[in-house]
T-cell receptor, first 113, second 116 residues
């Protein structure tokens, strides 16, 4: 099963509203990252939050991390039509084989005018 | 400062042919990762390479798939004797040396492989 699972799978909101996406994971992590993917394109890194951090901001983005619940949330404030994309969380775990990111299943966000 | 360059963007192969996907990482990045994405799904890890070394290939099928990242030139993901189930988008990503921490990846635009 996925290390990271996003909720909801799909979200449709009006421009100007806030969008909240959640991510749950199963094992201990070093950090958690959020990425955006526009249709037909590669992923773009948005923000990284370390396991010893609880909250982080970047522009209109706010990320929280609760390691006791193994969950994270991404809040996009004052959404715009250009925010329409799929959003993925990814967890970083140091393993014996080196380090890599494991991606969740994604939330498809649609922001309507 | 160019990002991750993948080519070709689209590749059509008949069943049984070979597919060769190329990835040039961000200049100065020494870690390369390959992921596969099926429509409406997330990314599935395939392989993690550093120059001339495969670090983790736990996500790569044992048969028909291979990857390399030579000292000179791009990283190559090679799929031999392709089948329809190999049709997917293949993404390459790179990251710098991190001192033990996994930092943000820079992704390429992907290669969309269609097997007919």
């Amino acid at each position: 099963s996925q290390q990271g699972e996003e909720d909801p799978q799909a979200l449709s909101i009006q421009e100007g509203e806030n969008a909240t996406m959640n991510c749950s994971y199963k094992t201990s992590i070093n950090n958690l990252q959020w990425y955006r993917q526009n249709s037909g394109r590669g992923l773009v890194h948005l923000i990284l939050i370390r396991s010893n951090e609880r909250e982080k901001h970047s522009g209109r983005l706010r990320v929280t991390l609760d390691t006791s619940k193994k969950s994270s949330s991404l809040l996009i404030t004052a959404s715009r039509a250009a925010d329409t994309a799929s959003y993925f969380c990814a967890t970083a775990i140091l393993t014996g084989g080196g380090n890599k990111l494991t991606f969740g299943t994604g939330t498809q966000l649609k922001v309507e005018l | 400062n160019a990002g991750v360059m993948q080519n070709p963007r689209h590749l059509v192969r008949r069943r049984g042919q070979e597919a060769r996907l190329r990835c040039s990482p961000v200049k100065g990045h020494s870690h390369v990762y390959w992921y596969r994405q099926l429509p409406e799904e997330g990314l599935k890890f395939m392989v993690y390479l550093q120059k001339e070394n495969i670090i983790d290939e736990s996500g790569m099928p044992k048969e028909r798939f291979s990857a390399e990242f030579p000292k000179e030139g791009p990283s190559i993901l090679r799929i031999q004797q392709v089948v329809r189930g190999d049709s997917a988008a293949y993404f390459c990503a790179s990251s710098p040396i991190s001192g033990g921490e996994v930092l943000g990846y820079t992704f390429g635009s992907g290669t969309r492989l269609t097997v007919v």
